[in-house]
Nanobody, 128 residues
Framework: VQLQASGGGLVQAGGSLRLSCAAS????????MGWFRQAPGKEREFVAA????????YYADSVKGRFTISRDIAKNTVDLQMNSLKPEDTAVYYC??????????????????????WGQGTQVTVFS
């Protein structure tokens, strides 16, 4: 599965961006999907995930209430709507896909080792 993340950019604090993750040749609704981010000098961290069934979503505490992960079945994308952005949200954002189709707890989706495929990342820069 080749994943392509897009939608990053430069935005003022308090603004919004919508990231999108697309796949070539595969139906993303068959995969559990996650978004991770890596800020300069920091390790990559979990941001949000949606189960393969679409029935469950998970968020890092730092983005809960501000970010929303969702599937667009018609477009075959998984999107991350980011509102009320803060400078600390500045990072390269990566989407990832898990093909295990496993019913699992939140900790499963938080782990980077869960995911089998990764996109190339899209830069999000939030200035104050």
């Amino acid at each position: 599965v080749q994943l392509q993340a897009s939608g990053g950019g430069l935005v003022q604090a308090g603004g919004s961006l919508r990231l999108s993750c697309a796949a070539s040749g595969r139906i993303l609704s068959a995969y559990g999907m996650g978004w991770f981010r890596q800020a300069p000098g920091k390790e990559r961290e979990f941001v949000a995930a949606i189960s393969w069934s679409g029935g469950s979503t998970y968020y890092a505490d730092s983005v809960k209430g501000r970010f929303t992960i969702s599937r667009d079945i018609a477009k075959n994308t998984v999107d991350l709507q980011m509102n009320s952005l803060k400078p600390e949200d500045t990072a390269v954002y990566y989407c990832a896909a898990d093909d295990a189709r496993r019913y699992a707890s939140s900790s499963y989706y938080y782990s980077q080792t869960t995911y089998d495929y990764w996109g190339q990342g899209t830069q999000v820069t939030v200035f104050s």
